[in-house]
């Protein structure tokens, strides 16, 4: 008993350790609404011109993107489609794992679910955090994923920026450099505000990409919450009219 006791409490405060541990980089909140077309088609053209010449996304078809975010054809094959020319293929990559471990480190991984395993939050933090960082074999580190692998491919919208480090000491006495925010040092093509909305449009599309039919699911729900509410009216006059005679 003493021990289920034990591991109950621990469960309740590890979520709040775990907090409190990744509380040492700021965090973003993404604005997610599948349902905001505009922004998932923004998303698209972010992801197919900036992230796909390395990440696929193989579980979506470009044909069903286009019926989901209200793209025509003929836009979708001019603006979006560069690796094939059938509307109906999967959103894959022509680089090869071998070659993506080549030239970076590891296999570019696939993007069809990452915005379920990692979460729409900490998809913004990690695009939003990139920092210059010499030591690394692309120059840039990254607050949310440190020593990533992958290079800032949207250096030129956000810009460059520099880690400012405090002094902060430990429990045992000693101290150690932290770094307290990153501050622009190489302006990018977009501000501060333009960047973010420009990589939540991304992250909104990344959402999407994870469950394509919780848009027509979500729009169901509200359909079958009506109906059932209605019915339950409806259940609730029939059962007084069949006990009317009894109270």
């Known amino acids: 008993m003493r021990r289920i006791i034990i591991l109950f409490i621990v469960a309740l405060v590890w979520p709040f350790t775990v907090s409190a541990t990744s509380a040492d980089h700021p965090h973003f909140k993404a604005d997610v609404d599948v349902t905001d077309k505009a922004s998932l088609q923004r998303g698209a053209r972010i992801f197919m011109n900036y992230c796909m010449g390395c990440h696929s996304a193989a579980y979506m078809r470009y044909n069903r993107m286009g019926q989901d975010l209200g793209i025509e054809d003929s836009i979708l094959q001019s603006n979006l489609m560069f690796a094939t020319e059938k509307s109906g293929d999967t959103m894959t990559i022509a680089m090869q794992p071998g070659?993506?471990?080549?030239?970076?480190?590891t296999a570019a991984p696939d993007l069809s679910v990452i915005a379920r395993s990692r979460g729409a939050d900490w998809l913004l933090t990690y695009f939003m955090t990139f920092y210059r960082d010499d030591s690394r074999p692309f120059g840039v580190n990254n607050l949310a994923f440190k020593d990533v692998a992958m290079p800032h491919v949207l250096w030129e919208l956000q810009g460059i920026q520099k880690p400012v480090y405090r002094i902060v000491k430990k429990e045992d006495g000693t101290q150690r450099e932290v770094i307290d925010h990153l501050e622009l040092e190489t302006p990018g093509k977009l501000d501060s505000e333009d960047y973010k909305n420009t990589v939540n449009d991304l992250?909104?599309?990344?959402?999407?990409?994870?469950e394509p039919a919780q848009i027509q699911r979500k729009k169901t729900g509200v359909v079958v919450i009506l109906y059932l509410l209605v019915l339950l009216v409806i259940v609730y006059l029939l059962k007084k009219e069949y006990w009317k005679d009894i109270h």
């Not at 993506?100 to 480190?105: I, W």
């Not at 992250?203 to 990409?209: M, P, R």
């Open 203 to 210: 992250v909104n599309f990344l959402v999407y990409v994870g």
């Open 99 to 105: 070659d993506a471990e080549k030239f970076f480190g």
